[in-house]
């Protein structure tokens, strides 16, 4: 093999072994921020807000006054409207009224051409016209009111959906930690059934065991490795679920950084529903609905009530541009509608949402209260169980120790050996579970809190990356 192959067999080789530290490894904070800016659900919330505020940019505008500008050109042989041209135009003569058949009271009954024939003629116009609302029964201040209130819903949904997200986050992130830490787990049963494998084939070759114990190491053995691949295949789905949901490829070589254990919030279960019906941006943002709701009824009974407007107009007519004759009119209107029978329904309507509003607040309430409980018995016990798993472990690991001492003795049969590992396997899997479950828990308390965000749960150093709280 010439010189030149073999350094680039080596390089391979090299550059293969050097593959796996290639996998980008990030922090907590770091999925979160990019989450944020890239999740389609945090730019929906986002593009929620932009909607409200256009709404509520445009209740305020309805309390502005109103300024139109408008040209217009027409022609017209409709004896009317010509002679409504000519008189915006000021060129009106008696002529147009046909007073050249007059000839006497004997001519009373000729009907004139000029003025029922006038012929074809055309107007230039020009308009400026300002519309100023007066009141209108509080139609205008309820509305506005009602917007704000769709307003602060629509950005407390946004702070929610965003601490969902955050949430979901740590579910992902923690959950490849996990996946990670069942690979490792599913490892060292290999290794370990590697390990009974060569020392029962020496076992059996000094006649300490039999054939058929050879046999159940391999069987072990096979199944080890079996579950060995079901981790990594989980791993592999929780590594392609993080990198969906951080806006990367899905098949990004994607590693994570050091687990999250959010922090378990002090106080009692009464005081933790309080800060929950408090600070929950869902309770929030259902708040704001029913405010809206109440502010929708002020609009429905504005149809009741006077409505009381002004404007003042300038116009420019003529045949040309250059010949324009100005004219201006100002004026006010009031009108109330006495008698309509549909706003009596879009009262009834306005009310029933107002219901249905409390109605979801209080059923919202009742939720978050229920969720605190839950998630703080959940936490709780999550705590108490990582601590068991873990003496387990100590346990299982000390007393397999031994067995496996007494197996190369002969001493134990290989069925106890391979109970014992199985029995240490469990326990290690059953503690990567239990501190996940331990830091779910934690942040779905968070959650439910209100205080699902990158300083209450990693500190508030956190917050120096620029994430949107």
């Known amino acids: 093999m010439r010189p030149f192959q073999q350094k680039l067999i080596l390089a391979a080789i090299v550059t293969a072994g050097l593959l796996p530290s290639l996998a980008q490894a990030v922090d907590f904070s770091t999925c979160v921020h990019d989450a944020l800016r890239r999740n389609p659900e945090a730019l929906l919330a986002q593009a929620q807000v932009a909607e409200a505020q256009g709404v509520h940019k445009a209740a305020v505008g309805h309390l502005l006054p109103k300024l139109s500008l408008q040209f217009s050109g027409a022609q017209s042989n409709n004896a009317l409207t010509v002679f409504g041209m000519k008189l915006s135009q000021r060129v009106a003569t008696f002529n147009d009224f046909g007073a050249g058949q007059f000839t006497g009271p004997e001519s009373l009954g000729i009907a004139p051409g000029n003025l029922d024939h006038p012929g074809g003629y055309h107007n230039l116009g020009t308009e400026i016209t300002l519309a100023i609302p007066i009141w209108n029964g509080g139609e205008v201040r309820s509305g506005i009111s009602e917007a704000q209130a769709m307003l602060r819903a629509a950005q407390a949904g946004d702070r929610a959906a965003k601490q969902k997200l955050i949430f979901t986050i740590l579910e992902a992130y923690d959950g490849l930690i996990a996946a990670n830490a069942g690979v490792e787990v599913?490892?060292?049963?290999v290794q370990a059934a590697d390990s009974y494998v060569q020392t029962t084939r020496e076992l059996l070759a000094r006649g300490v065991v039999v054939k058929s114990d050879l046999l159940s190491a391999e069987v072990h053995r096979?199944?080890?490795q079996l579950a060995l691949q079901e981790a990594r295949n989980q791993q592999s789905t929780a590594r392609s679920n993080l990198a969906l949901l951080i806006g990367r490829p899905i098949d990004a070589p994607l590693e994570v950084e050091n687990p999250?254990?959010?922090?378990?919030?002090?106080?009692?279960?009464?005081?933790?529903?309080q800060t929950a019906l408090r600070n929950n941006p869902g309770i929030?943002?259902?708040?704001?609905?029913l405010r809206a709701a109440q502010a929708g009824v002020g609009v429905a009974r504005a149809a009741y009530l006077p409505h009381i407007n002004a404007m003042a107009k300038q116009e420019w007519n003529g045949t040309t541009l250059g010949n324009a004759v100005p004219s201006y009119t100002v004026g006010g209107q009031i009108r109330w509608d006495a008698l309509d029978f549909s706003r009596g329904g879009q009262l009834d309507a306005a009310h029933a949402k107002v219901q249905e509003a409390e109605a979801n607040l209080e059923k919202a309430q009742d939720q978050i209260r229920l969720q605190v409980q839950k998630m703080l018995l959940a936490a709780t016990l999550a705590a108490q169980r990582v601590r068991a798993r873990q003496l387990a472990v100590e346990q299982s690991e000390e007393?397999?120790?031994?067995v496996r001492l007494r197996y190369k003795n002969g001493v134990e049969t290989l069925t106890g050996l391979l109970r014992g590992q199985a029995a240490l396997?469990?326990?290690?899997?059953?503690?990567?579970?239990?501190?996940?479950?331990?830091?779910?828990?934690?942040?779905?308390l968070l959650l439910a809190l209100g205080k699902m965000d990158l300083s209450s749960v990693l500190g508030p150093a956190s917050t120096s990356k620029g994430v949107v709280q």
Not at 260 to 273: S, T, Y
């Open 186 to 189: 599913a490892q060292k049963a």
């Open 222 to 224: 096979e199944e080890a």
């Open 260 to 273: 999250v254990l959010p922090p378990l919030p002090a106080g009692d279960e009464a005081a933790l529903q």
């Open 284 to 289: 929030l943002a259902l708040q704001q609905k």
């Open 399 to 402: 007393a397999q120790r031994l």
């Open 425 to 444: 396997d469990a326990s290690r899997a059953e503690l990567v579970k239990a501190h996940y479950e331990e830091a779910v828990a934690r942040g779905a």
